[in-house]
């Protein structure tokens, strides 16, 4: 269910989503800007953080021309790189490609930290990775029959670190390219992962979606892009900002509907 966001289409969605004049913030203000949050739930690579992070420059640039004062352009890729960039994914090779993608954009600046997490994912405890947070804003570590863990690691310019938690904390703009991957046709969600391990997992997020509170509107029918929808939805500020990249039978296919009924409620379509 792995399709790579193309460099245009990350460009013209985040552009769309950040562009200025729908924003309650000054862009010139760095101040404002580090508690801005922008996160990906199914990051892959990188593609859309990084378009993100550009625009993200691009609008602080333009702002400070207005304001004509200097702008503070290692300041600003600090703070997106330590403050603002969230990233997470179940690949640890994909979040390393991630953090080299990002870095390279200030080949000068040191970081501290990146807000970058690999995510349990299977195994003895059938992790769901970033459907975790469903469950809650921070995924726990979980030991194993061994006495060892499943830590989720934080890609870090020192290496990876493993953590006791990843916590997710409520988003400006969730922006994703989630997996596709549907349940019909022989059941591959989870595909990458052996058969003994799917099927716990797939009973485990179903019951995750059955829940009575708070409702998840979602259909595993429809695909993780589904679930994925619901789980941004999930970690949004108020006044918060989806950009999705979705199959096109969410507009009218039927495993959809519980994803229309969650755009008609709580959202405005731009």
């Given at each position: 269910g792995?399709?790579?966001?193309?460099?245009?289409?990350?460009?013209?969605?985040?552009?769309?989503?950040?562009?200025?004049?729908?924003?309650v913030?000054?862009?010139?203000?760095?101040?404002?800007?580090?508690?801005?949050?922008?996160?990906?739930?199914a990051?892959?690579?990188?593609?859309?953080?990084?378009?993100?992070?550009?625009?993200?420059?691009?609008?602080?640039?333009?702002?400070?021309?207005?304001?004509?004062?200097?702008p503070?352009?290692?300041?600003?890729?600090?703070l997106?790189?330590?403050?603002?960039?969230?990233?997470?994914?179940?690949?640890?090779?994909?979040?390393?490609l991630?953090?080299s993608?990002?870095?390279?954009?200030?080949?000068?600046?040191?970081?501290?930290?990146?807000?970058?997490w690999a995510?349990?994912?299977g195994?003895?405890?059938?992790?769901?990775?970033?459907?975790?947070?469903?469950?809650?804003s921070?995924?726990?570590?979980?030991?194993d029959?061994?006495?060892?863990?499943?830590?989720?690691?934080?890609?870090?310019?020192?290496?990876?670190?493993?953590?006791?938690?990843?916590?997710?904390?409520d988003?400006?703009l969730?922006?994703?390219?989630?997996?596709?991957?549907?349940?019909?046709?022989g059941?591959?969600?989870?595909?990458?992962?052996?058969?003994?391990e799917?099927g716990?997992?797939?009973?485990?997020?179903?019951?995750?979606?059955?829940?009575?509170?708070?409702?998840?509107?979602?259909?595993?029918t429809?695909?993780l892009?589904?679930?994925?929808?619901?789980?941004?939805?999930?970690?949004?500020?108020?006044?918060?900002?989806?950009?999705?990249?979705?199959?096109?039978?969410?507009?009218?296919?039927?495993a959809?509907?519980?994803?229309r009924?969650?755009?008609?409620?709580?959202?405005?379509?731009?």
């Amino acid at each position: 269910g792995t399709y790579y966001t193309s460099v245009p289409a990350a460009t013209l969605l985040l552009k769309l989503a950040l562009w200025p004049e729908r924003w309650v913030i000054d862009w010139g203000d760095l101040g404002q800007l580090s508690s801005l949050k922008i996160g990906d739930l199914a990051c892959g690579t990188g593609t859309l953080l990084m378009a993100a992070a550009e625009t993200v420059t691009d609008n602080y640039m333009r702002a400070s021309g207005a304001h004509h004062t200097p702008p503070h352009i290692k300041e600003l890729s600090r703070l997106l790189m330590e403050e603002i960039i969230y990233g997470y994914d179940v690949l640890p090779s994909a979040l390393h490609l991630t953090a080299s993608t990002l870095a390279l954009r200030s080949p000068d600046v040191s970081f501290r930290r990146m807000r970058l997490w690999a995510l349990p994912f299977g195994g003895r405890s059938h992790r769901l990775g970033s459907i975790e947070f469903l469950k809650d804003s921070s995924v726990q570590i979980t030991a194993d029959l061994f006495g060892g863990t499943m830590a989720p690691g934080q890609v870090t310019a020192r290496g990876d670190i493993k953590q006791r938690y990843a916590p997710l904390p409520d988003l400006d703009l969730c922006v994703m390219n989630p997996p596709f991957t549907r349940s019909v046709g022989g059941n591959l969600l989870f595909g990458s992962l052996p058969e003994a391990e799917r099927g716990p997992m797939q009973r485990d997020l179903s019951r995750l979606l059955q829940r009575p509170a708070p409702p998840i509107y979602a259909s595993s029918t429809a695909g993780l892009g589904s679930v994925f929808t619901a789980l941004g939805d999930f970690h949004l500020k108020p006044g918060g900002r989806m950009a999705l990249v979705l199959p096109k039978a969410l507009l009218s296919g039927v495993a959809w509907q519980q994803t229309r009924h969650l755009f008609r409620i709580r959202y405005q379509l731009e």
